[in-house]
């Protein structure tokens, strides 16, 4: 009778370090079989696939050879974004269809798009990084800091050594050109924004400097800081204002105060004059001569008064002769302006009075023209607030945009500088370091890989029979398995005989050289 031996080993008791020994030394055929055959059915297998062969460039980035601190670069994009963007460049069919055409490599037959696209798909870029640039730098220090990436790879697989190693070649040479192709576009096109900014700037400035000159022209006098000058000529003019008016006041009193005496001698000189009948000439020509006696004795004959007198006289005299010879009414020998002058005092007094009214017609010009200059300097007082606020709006956009003028000069001077730095390839530059070598080996497949993966699989698959095997096995092979089978304690047993197997140089036996023999397969007959 044969009962389930590991099948009841697992479910009743625990499995020992010795059972898995005995396992594998059962087992150890069925695993080893497919592990040694898997290795030469992957090496089999890799011989079904095209060789493919991959050549590999090597270019060295180098750094800014004027130092930074003297002319910043205008390409501050990471090296990595860079490297990135010259193999899209370099991959796109505007180049690549020139060099296919150029170089010959178009095989015949095959479609120029097939040909764009079976490149794409094999040529690879690998950057060669390493933590040395990263030694004696500050990284607290501002500014551009050392690239991470010393390098980059240029890889590409073809079926032939000699094409792989060719478009390598090619396409390292195209991203070497595009490199400093892309480096002097970005530098002039920041020369050219920057000269299109500045000539714009330069023409607001220019019309800021035109409206402020307009602005200064038509506010003159109303500026900010003419206000403590307007108010000092306010005050001057209204002091100007206050005399003149003092002035035309006493101007205007005198010329009343004189045309008042003038009033008065005209009327007494009239009187005299009316009375034109020789008694009464008589009895005026007696008064005069009294009062010349009376004068005489007390001035002089060059005293005013007595010359006066002496011609009144004189032409009272005249008078009587005239009445007494003219036989004219009497009233034609009446003085008037006509037949005769005004006396000296009454022209005098005239002259006066003339002479006020002139005073008065300037000082009252003169009163209107302070009264208008007063007008106009108050209006600016008044006015200077907002011309204050207008000015300072004008001149702070005219200092901001000079400001913004000198900083684009100062930038579009410095970017000058880095477009010759490019031009002269004086900035961050990729150098073939190694240029792309004939393959001596397939890079693909992997032979290796490819016994290494049957070696894997043979192991797996050795292993997974082994352990099916173990699960199908029904023997009873120890006493643990025969207890766990009958559930019954055992009362006696008898050893194994086995034979006995050579000892090996080191005078130890091969664990999987020890078998029972045929007779023993089965441990116990119920």
Same mark, same amino acid.
């Given at each position: 009778m044969r009962a389930s031996g590991t099948g009841i080993e697992m479910e009743n008791r625990e499995l020992t370090i010795d059972d898995y020994l005995a396992m594998l030394r059962r087992? %150890?055929?069925?695993?080893?079989?497919p592990a040694l055959l898997a290795p030469i059915g992957g090496i089999?297998?890799? @011989? =079904?696939?095209?060789?493919?062969?991959?050549?590999?460039?090597?270019?060295?980035?180098?750094?800014?050879?004027?130092?930074?601190?003297?002319?910043?670069?205008?390409?501050?994009?990471?090296?990595?974004?860079?490297i990135a963007s010259l193999q899209q460049q370099v991959l796109s069919e505007s180049l690549l269809r020139p060099m296919l055409e150029r170089t010959g490599l178009l095989k015949s037959g095959q479609n120029l798009d097939d040909a764009i696209e079976a490149i794409r798909a094999n040529m690879a870029v690998e950057e060669v990084e390493t933590d040395l640039t990263g030694i004696g730098t500050d990284k607290k220090k501002s500014g551009p800091q050392p690239s991470p990436v010393p390098g980059f790879n240029v890889k590409y697989t073809a079926g032939n050594p000699r094409e792989a190693q060719q478009i390598c070649n090619e396409l390292t040479s %195209?991203?070497?050109?595009?490199n400093l192709k892309s480096r002097e576009d970005?530098?002039?096109?920041?020369?050219? @924004? =920057?000269?299109?900014?500045?000539?714009?700037?330069?023409?607001?400035?220019?019309?800021?400097?035109?409206?402020?000159?307009?602005?200064k022209k038509q506010y003159m006098g109303q500026l900010p800081g003419d206000e403590d000058n307007n108010l000092k000529i306010l005050m001057g003019l209204n002091s100007q204002l206050d005399a003149n008016t003092q002035t035309l006041n006493r101007a205007q009193q005198d010329k009343s105060y004189t045309e008042s005496l003038l009033a008065q001698q005209i009327a007494a000189w009239r009187a005299s004059q009316s009375a034109n009948n020789p008694q009464t000439l008589q009895q005026q020509l007696s008064q005069l001569q009294t009062q010349l006696i009376d004068l005489q004795a007390r001035y002089t004959a060059d005293h005013p008064d007595v010359i006066k007198t002496l011609a009144d006289i004189a032409q009272i005299k005249k008078k009587l002769a005239e009445i007494n010879t003219a036989t004219n009414d009497a009233t034609s020998a009446t003085p008037t302006k006509e037949s005769g002058s005004d006396p000296p005092e009454i022209r005098q007094l005239r002259l006066q009075v003339h002479q006020y009214e002139d005073l008065i017609g300037q000082a009252s010009r003169d009163q209107k023209k302070?009264?208008?200059?007063?007008a106009v300097y108050q209006g600016r007082v008044a006015l200077s607030p907002a011309i204050e606020e207008q000015y300072k709006q004008l001149a702070r956009d005219y200092d901001n945009t000079q400001k913004v003028y000198q900083d684009l000069l100062a930038d579009k001077s410095k970017s000058d500088i880095a477009l010759r730095?490019?031009?002269?390839?004086?900035?961050?530059?990729?150098?073939?370091?190694?240029?792309?070598?004939?393959?001596?080996?397939?890079?693909?497949?992997?032979?290796?890989?490819?016994?290494?993966?049957?070696?894997?699989?043979g192991l797996a698959l050795g292993a997974t029979l082994a352990i099916w095997?173990?699960?199908?096995?029904?023997?009873?092979?120890?006493?643990?398995?025969a207890e766990a089978a009958l559930d019954l304690p055992m009362l006696v047993s008898m050893p194994w005989v086995v034979e006995t197997v050579p000892a090996n140089g080191n005078?130890?036996?091969?664990?999987?050289?020890r078998k029972p023999p045929e007779h023993m397969k089965e441990a116990a007959r119920l």
């Open positions: 087992r %150890l055929k069925v695993i080893l079989i089999a297998v890799s @011989f =079904l696939f095209s060789a493919k062969y991959t050549s590999e460039s090597l270019v060295m980035v180098e750094g800014q050879k004027v130092p930074a601190g003297i002319v910043q670069p205008v390409v501050t994009t990471d090296l990595t974004e860079r %195209l991203m070497l050109e595009e970005v530098a002039r096109g920041t020369t050219d @924004f =920057l000269q299109k900014q500045l000539e714009d700037t330069k023409h607001n400035l220019d019309d800021l400097d035109s409206k402020l000159a307009e602005f302070l009264q208008d200059e007063i730095m490019e031009q002269q390839q004086q900035g961050e530059q990729m150098r073939l370091l190694n240029p792309a070598s004939v393959p001596d080996a397939p890079s693909f497949p992997n032979r290796l890989f490819f016994a290494g993966g049957g070696l894997g699989a095997l173990e699960f199908r096995d029904k023997s009873i092979r120890t006493q643990g398995d005078g130890k036996s091969h664990f999987w050289k």
